[in-house]
């Protein structure tokens, strides 16, 4: 069964075996995941487990090709699985970027070798990924990155730190981007593949941060200390890393906004049966004009971004999204997540500041989706740029 919403509106991409997949993954992250959510979010970070149970159910790595154990599907199979994830209220597990991110670097710019070498091992759920841009000096200016990988022999050296990293406290495998050539900017960043195991020389985990939503997804700093990778984990060639994350980064925002959407949606839809069932001044919230208002103008906006949503999806599936297109998909669905969510919220007055009612969480949930992938300043700099 496709997951139409309320309005019935099904995305022009949809075939019978995105429903397949739709339904396996509701029933996953619904009876096998959400169980365990209090537990989750007090320890901070998702069961390994669960990863490894992705991985057996087929839900990893889905546009990955199968001669690397992945669903040999493309991006709408990876944008079925983030709606369902989000829909459901599942928000442990890190495969926005694991899957929709990391993956993708390593298929794209990985030798044969180091696609056997990792690949099913990500696809499995055996690997855990990440990946570390920012630093504690700086995000949205990522050619002022200072992490250095200096060549000794048939090794990079690395020194420097990563923080906010998504997976980081779990995380076996990560993108590392570090200045191979400290005098450049953007010529100087490459893309090393870090394999981290706690206790290595030169490698620490640094604290799990602490944020006001996102509570049950790891994220950490990591730093490194002399700490030696083998020259031939480098993606690509020397000096070539800033091109490469210039071209991932539109898929990136494109998994942002596949969230954001959903949320949406599911918003919508709690906010709309609590306005059904709550009475006040002896009628349902629904017969106050008010609320079918402001539900109508959050069901209109939620349409809106769908369709957007989808254009910018049937555009990635054909190789053609191009940067400014989705960075005008993450600004404008995140705006559209922050507000809709708020109004959502609204309508469940005093309940929706509680956290009895999942609503209060994708409030703060939401707010970071302004902020990751690029800020949104930083997408209005590159919309601008096209004008
Ligand atoms: C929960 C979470 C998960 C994250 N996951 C990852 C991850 O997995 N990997 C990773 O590498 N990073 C990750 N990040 C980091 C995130 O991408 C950065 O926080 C973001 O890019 C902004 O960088 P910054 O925090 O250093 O802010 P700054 O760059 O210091 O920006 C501060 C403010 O100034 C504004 N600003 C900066 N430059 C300009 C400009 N030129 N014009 C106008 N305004 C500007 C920004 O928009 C922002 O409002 C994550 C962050 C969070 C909170």
Not at 21 to 48: C, I, M, N
Not at 163 to 185: H, M, P, Q, W
Not at 348 to 371: L, W
């Amino acid at each position: 069964m496709p997951t139409p919403g309320l309005d019935g509106y099904v995305e022009p991409w949809r075939k019978p075996e995105h429903d397949d997949l739709a339904e396996l993954a509701r029933s996953f992250f619904t009876k096998e995941v959400l169980p365990h959510a209090e537990r989750l979010e007090r320890q901070g970070h998702p069961d390994r487990e669960h990863y490894r149970r992705a991985g057996e159910l087929g839900l990893l790595g889905l546009s990955i090709p199968e001669e690397y154990g992945g669903g040999g599907g493309d991006f709408t199979h990876e944008a079925t699985l983030l709606h369902e994830q989000t829909l459901s209220g599942e928000g442990s597990l890190g495969i926005p970027v694991h899957s929709g991110i990391v993956t993708g670097y390593l298929n794209e710019y990985g030798t044969e070798e180091q696609k056997q070498r990792w690949l099913p091992g990500l696809v499995s759920g055996d690997l855990i990924g990440a990946i570390g841009m920012t630093e504690p000096d700086g995000g949205s200016d990522v050619q002022a990155i200072r992490t250095r990988a200096i060549r000794d022999g048939e090794d990079y050296v690395v020194s420097g730190s990563k923080t906010f990293i998504s997976n980081g406290y779990l995380a076996d495998l990560l993108v590392l981007a570090v200045k191979t050539d400290t005098s450049a900017r953007a010529k100087g960043i490459s893309l090393l593949v870090c394999e981290l195991k706690d206790g290595e020389q030169g490698f620490r985990r640094g604290r799990k941060i602490e944020k006001i939503g996102l509570h049950s997804n790891d994220t950490a700093e990591l730093f490194f200390d002399d700490f030696r990778v083998p020259a031939k984990n480098l993606l690509g060639t020397e000096g070539t890393g800033f091109i490469q994350m210039m071209q991932q980064l539109p898929q990136e925002r494109l998994v942002i906004a596949v969230g954001a959407v959903a949320a949406m949606q599911r918003a919508l839809e709690m906010a709309t049966a609590y306005a059904k069932e709550r009475q006040a001044f002896g009628k349902p919230l629904m017969g106050h004009q008010n609320t079918r208002m402001v539900l109508a103008e959050v069901a209109t906006r939620t349409r809106v971004s769908r369709i957007f949503l989808d254009d910018c999806i049937q555009r990635h599936a054909r190789g053609e999204l191009d940067v400014t297109t989705a960075a005008m998909a993450k600004l404008y669905l995140t705006e559209g997540q922050c507000e809709v969510v708020d109004r959502c919220l609204q309508i469940f007055g005093g309940y929706g500041y509680t956290t009895e009612y999942p609503i209060s969480k994708m409030y703060a949930d939401a707010r970071v989706q302004k902020i990751y992938g690029g800020t949104n300043e930083i997408m209005k700099e590159l919309i601008s740029r096209a004008l």
